[in-house]
């Protein structure tokens, strides 16, 4: 889950809700001093309703900058860093707010690893945008397929062929080194390093921990920070685990669904209406909500990751829910 996911949790979804609705009422253009005065007063009650609002504010921000510039967060930043140009401070915090957007990072961009993880990847080889993908081919023949909102860098030398994730999902599918002695392929994450045993596999990043599924071959992890105690462990194909920069979990069966990305589909297998929509909105910018009442309302189905509206009404067709667009980018799914 990303951390603007899990940060939104935060804050009560009827009050999200309630910001979302008044900031749909300024929108509009007409507002009349009496609904300004209560939504002063709206804002005045609560600090909570203080922080939906800005909340709201923020991610309309993101969505607008990303529409408007889609390559201004790296871009402004980057340039930045590389030829030392001050950046005003209207657009760093425009690029930032993109940023949050395109790479994830989310709105608690203050926490040290997510800003780590965005420095790190500005001037990353590989990236996509919410709710891009695309397939990569690199120089010794190694395939790579990128999820949605994934920063790579691609970093090959004398001594090893390295992939570094910075934020998104994966899928690699190696090839024989072109040199010799052939070097090793290394995927390194922000929690440890899989080195591939002549594989395919995906790995995924979370916030503090990293999943490997391997669907060919295997591949051995390493912990970034394990003690003496906890060795490198060699997963084998039909396997999955996640670790942390600390220990590898004990893992179990791949589930053969997550790799549906790769084909532009959204897998479901009685999966809880709250789950499937936070992997879908992944895909599509903006904000996507689900109502307590129906969190755990069971969905089945393919879904298509391409076209997130239609997934939505082929959600509405199937469950007794409704879609409701608050604003073109503030949808939430509710009880009909």
């Keep these: 889950m990303s951390m603007q996911r899990r940060h939104e949790q935060e804050i009560p979804y009827a009050t999200l809700e309630q910001a979302a609705e008044w900031f749909a009422v300024f929108r509009s253009g007409r507002v009349e001093d009496d ?6 007063d709206w804002l005045a009650a609560d600090a909570g309703h203080r922080q939906a609002w800005a909340r709201v504010e923020a991610i309309s921000d993101g969505v607008a900058i ?20 001050r950046v005003q401070r209207r657009k760093l915090l425009k690029a930032m707010a993109l940023a949050a957007v395109t790479v994830g990072a989310g709105w608690q961009v203050a926490r040290q690893d997510g800003v780590q993880a965005l420095v790190a990847g500005l001037g990353a080889s590989h990236r996509t945008g919410v709710g891009e993908s695309r397939q990569a081919l690199l120089a010794d023949g190694t395939r790579l397929w990128l999820d949605t909102d994934t920063v790579l860098d691609v970093r090959y030398d004398g001594s090893q062929r390295l992939l570094v994730l910075h934020q998104g999902v994966i899928m690699v599918e190696t090839h024989a080194d072109t040199v010799y002695p052939p070097r090793p392929l290394i995927v390194r994450s922000r929690q440890g390093a899989m080195r591939a045993l002549g594989t395919r596999f995906a790995v995924r990043q979370f916030d503090g921990h990293t999943r490997l599924d391997v669907s060919e071959g295997r591949v051995e992890i390493t912990p970034l920070d394990a003690p003496a105690s906890v060795s490198a462990r060699v997963v084998a194909a039909g396997e999955q685990t996640s670790f942390t920069r600390h220990a590898i979990a004990a893992g179990g069966a791949l589930d053969p669904a997550r790799q549906a990305w790769t084909q532009g589909m959204l897998i479901a297998q009685d999966m809880p209406l709250a789950q499937f929509l936070a992997e879908l909105s992944r895909y599509r910018p903006g904000h996507l909500g ?12 393919a879904f298509p990751l391409r076209d997130t509206g239609q997934a939505l009404a082929m959600l509405a067709a199937a469950l007794p829910v409704r879609v409701r667009f608050t604003l073109p980018w503030w949808v939430t799914v509710a009880p009909t």
């Design 35 to 40: 609904e300004r005065r209560r939504w002063q």
């Design 290 to 301: 689900c109502d307590p009442a129906i969190a755990g309302l069971r969905v089945v189905g």
């Design 66 to 85: 990303a529409r408007e510039a889609p390559q201004a967060a790296s871009a402004a930043l980057h340039a930045a860093s590389q030829l030392g140009y």
